[in-house]
C-alpha cells in the first residue's frame, strides 16, 4: 500500500531562517504529489504540486519542492520564513491506482519573529 | 464564491445518536471525499465518490456512511455516533476529467461525540 512520511513532527524556526520539509513516499510508479498547508482554524490549501516535467517546482508564497525520483522525495523548501508562515504542512501522494489522495502526518512548523 | 460549504461549522452530540455531515460544492468537480483529521495522524480517507452514483471505501470507513445522488453534495453519516468518532471532518473535490487530481477542501466540522 502506498505510504507518505513526513520526517519532522514538529519546527520551530525564527524569522527569516530557512526551511527545509522532509516527505518520502512509498509507491514505485508515476506519482502526482502535493504540499498542502493549513493555517491555524483553517481548512487545507494547495502550496504547490509536481505532476511531470521539471523537477523543481514553485508554489505559492515563495515556496518551493524538489521531485527526486531516486530517492522517492518530495521535500519542500522556503529560503527565508516568515512569521505568516506558521501552519500545519502536508505532503501529499497520488499513484495511478486510484484518485484519492494519501496524506503523511503532517509537520506543524512555528515561526517566532 | 465558488466552491466547498460544509455544515454545521461544529457540532456537540450525544454517543448513540445519528448525525449527518453535509457538504456542497459548486464546482461541477466529478469526484468528492471524506476525511477525518486527527492530532498526531493527520488526514485519513474515509469514504469517496468518483462520479455521481459510486461511492467507496477508504482507509476508515467503519460507523460512516455516504451517499453521492447527484454531482453537487455528498453527506457522511454517523449511524450511531461513538467518542472516538470525535473529530474534525473535511470535505473535499477533484475535477479528475481534468486530469489534475488536485482537491479542493471546504472549511470542515469539528464533530465531539460525548
Known amino acids: 500500500a502506498q505510504s507518505v512520511s513526513q520526517h519532522n513532527h514538529h519546527v520551530i524556526l525564527s524569522e527569516a531562517a530557512s526551511l527545509e520539509l522532509g516527505c518520502n513516499y512509498s509507491y514505485g510508479g508515476t506519482v502526482n504529489l502535493f504540499w498542502y498547508v493549513q493555517y491555524p482554524g483553517q481548512h487545507l490549501q494547495l502550496l504547490l504540486k509536481y505532476f511531470s516535467g521539471d523537477p523543481l517546482v514553485k508554489g505559492i508564497k515563495g515556496f518551493e519542492a524538489e521531485f527526486i525520483k531516486s530517492k522517492f522525495s518530495f521535500n519542500l523548501r522556503k529560503p527565508s520564513v516568515q512569521w505568516s508562515d506558521t501552519a500545519e504542512y502536508f505532503c501529499?501522494?497520488?499513484?495511478?491506482?486510484?484518485?484519492?489522495?494519501?496524506f503523511g502526518k503532517g509537520t506543524t512548523l512555528s515561526v517566532s519573529s | 464564491i465558488a466552491g466547498i460549504t460544509q455544515a454545521p461549522t461544529s457540532q456537540i452530540l450525544a454517543a448513540g445518536r445519528r448525525m449527518t455531515l453535509r457538504c456542497t460544492q459548486d464546482m461541477r468537480h466529478n469526484a468528492m471525499y471524506w476525511y477525518r483529521q486527527d492530532l498526531g495522524l493527520g488526514l485519513r480517507l474515509i469514504h469517496y465518490s468518483n462520479t455521481a452514483g459510486t461511492t467507496g471505501k477508504g482507509e476508515v470507513p467503519d460507523g460512516y456512511s455516504v451517499s453521492r445522488a447527484n454531482t453537487d453534495d455528498f453527506p457522511l453519516t454517523l449511524a450511531s455516533a461513538v467518542p472516538s468518532q470525535t473529530s474534525v471532518y473535511f470535505c473535499?473535490?477533484?475535477?479528475?476529467?481534468?486530469?489534475?487530481?488536485?482537491?479542493?477542501f471546504g472549511p470542515g466540522t469539528r464533530l465531539t461525540v460525548l
Open positions: 501529499a501522494v497520488r499513484g495511478q491506482a486510484g484518485t484519492a489522495l494519501i
Open positions: 473535499a473535490s477533484s475535477d479528475l476529467s481534468g486530469g489534475g487530481y488536485e482537491q479542493f
